[in-house]
């Protein structure tokens, strides 16, 4: 399969920009093109998702199992296949695990780095240099110029990066109309955005301007089959958690967006049954699931709200009394719990189906890979099942009693103690799984 992965020396350099008007663009070419997102990210996908008009699904050469990876490639991969890095190109975990770099070694595909050109002439040279030199077996071999002064600025940028071994594939001109709007996890949520198809379509314009979209394509060469192939005897979906019942209610709206794809693939491919529902919409679960999965989000940012819905609390108060499994990740995890204080300082009463209160007014930024083990059988599976997972939030735990969910650890193996909250079939951790350790 043919792929190409949009990196950057740093965050903020413009790739999220880039990739999703590659995305728009080849779609409005008839190109088939898949998106990827590198690393543990819900934001960014959902853009992509709008971009390229197909899911996006995540790659994470950390918290998945290399047989994941590359059955996510091959089943749903397309001719083209899109992915955009996480922060810098070698940035992750201990040593780089976890890096786009990873990526690229694990699957052979080509790297287009993205470099923010303001202020800076011949010096990119520079820049590019290092990042072509720093590790031959990732093959860097494309440079996109953002945030450029014009036609002028890209000839000088393109010349002075000669002879690196690298493609310049061009520039985007300084354009105020393409930036995106953020908060404190990442960018405002895609179904937010209001503009977005606007949007979209000047990002696609401004690469068909500034680009050759020639060379990309060409760029986008196919990985050795070796790599992406690897451990996968199948294109159907990997298997990565395992499901929680056999009927699903799993909440979904603007308070409760982030649920890997993979994930409901995965309990769809074991026969199980997926019944979306909204809280916002005071929507209840279905009555006859016999569990009940709330992903993480913003409730922080509706908790208000969400405290007045009288038939989703009913309805999840029913599945318990019926013994459902009820799971709750991260803003599921805090919606579960007693009380949920706003940023400015008031106390929501929520479910109450956890001993648990959260507070957002109390901030602290929580931020990293988890190696994860239950702590005694659950509908994940029994004591000791090894799972992989992420956390990224800046709600604190104010009151958070055990018994934990899980025994945690971080990236590098040190100890954490226990993780989450389980009160008979109800349960949750601040934790977003991604994929079984073993």
């Given at each position: ?258 649920c890997y794809p993979a994930t409901l693939d995965s309990w769809r491919a074991a026969g199980a049954e997926i019944f979306f529902f909204s809280p916002l919409a005071d929507e209840a679960p279905d009555a006859k699931a016999d569990a009940v999965f709330l992903p993480g989000g913003y409730p922080e940012l509706h908790a208000g709200r969400l405290a007045e819905c009288q038939n989703f609390t009913a309805g999840m108060h029913a599945a318990v009394n019926r013994r459902a499994a009820v799971v709750g990740e ?109």
């Amino acid at each position: 399969m043919s792929g190409l992965i949009i990196a950057a020396p740093a965050s903020g350099s413009g790739k999220t920009t880039v990739t999703l008007a590659l995305l728009r663009a080849l779609r409005r070419r008839g190109v088939a093109a898949a998106p990827f997102k590198c690393g543990p990210d819900y934001i960014d996908p959902m853009f992509h998702a709008a971009a390229a008009g197909r899911p996006c699904h995540n790659l994470d050469p950390w918290a998945m199992r290399p047989a994941t990876v590359a059955s996510l490639i091959r089943a749903r991969g397309a001719g083209v296949n899109i992915t955009e890095g996480v922060m810098g190109l070698f940035d992750g975990g201990p040593g780089g695990s976890g890096s786009t770099a990873g990526l690229a070694r694990a699957t052979g595909w080509p790297v287009a780095l993205v470099v923010d050109a303001a202020g800076m002439a011949q010096s990119a040279a520079a820049l590019v240099a290092g990042f072509v030199r720093h590790d031959p077996a990732v093959r860097v071999r494309g440079v996109i110029f953002n945030r450029t002064g014009g036609a002028a600025h890209n000839r000088i940028l393109a010349e002075a990066c000669a002879g690196l071994g690298v493609t310049a594939l061009g520039g985007l001109a300084r354009n105020e109309k393409l930036h995106l709007p953020s908060r404190h996890l990442g960018l405002v949520q895609a179904a937010e955005h209001e503009a977005l198809e606007n949007f979209l379509d000047t990002a696609a314009d401004a690469v068909e301007a500034g680009l050759n979209m020639e060379a990309v394509v060409r760029m986008a060469e196919s990985a050795p089959a070796e790599t992406v192939n690897a451990d996968a005897k199948t294109v159907d979906a990997p298997s990565t958690l395992p499901p929680l019942g056999g009927r699903i209610a799993v909440a979904r709206d603007e308070a409760f967006a982030f649920c890997y794809p993979a994930t409901l693939d995965s309990w769809r491919a074991a026969g199980a049954e997926i019944f979306f529902f909204s809280p916002l919409a005071d929507e209840a679960p279905d009555a006859k699931a016999d569990a009940v999965f709330l992903p993480g989000g913003y409730p922080e940012l509706h908790a208000g709200r969400l405290a007045e819905c009288q038939n989703f609390t009913a309805g999840m108060h029913a599945a318990v009394n019926r013994r459902a499994a009820v799971v709750g990740e991260c803003g599921g995890y805090m919606t579960l719990g007693r009380t949920l204080t706003d940023a400015g300082g008031e106390a929501h009463r929520l479910l109450s189906l956890l001993p648990v209160e959260t507070s957002f007014a109390q901030k602290k930024m929580t931020l990293g890979y988890r190696r994860l083990r239950l702590a005694a059988g659950h509908a994940l599976g029994k004591k000791g099942a090894a799972f992989r997972g992420h956390e990224f939030h800046f709600a604190v735990a104010v009151t958070e009693p055990g018994p934990p969910l899980f025994t945690a650890e971080d990236a590098a193996g040190r100890d954490l103690g226990g993780a989450g909250c389980v009160r008979g079939t109800v349960s949750g951790s601040f934790v977003h799984l991604v994929d079984r350790a073993e």
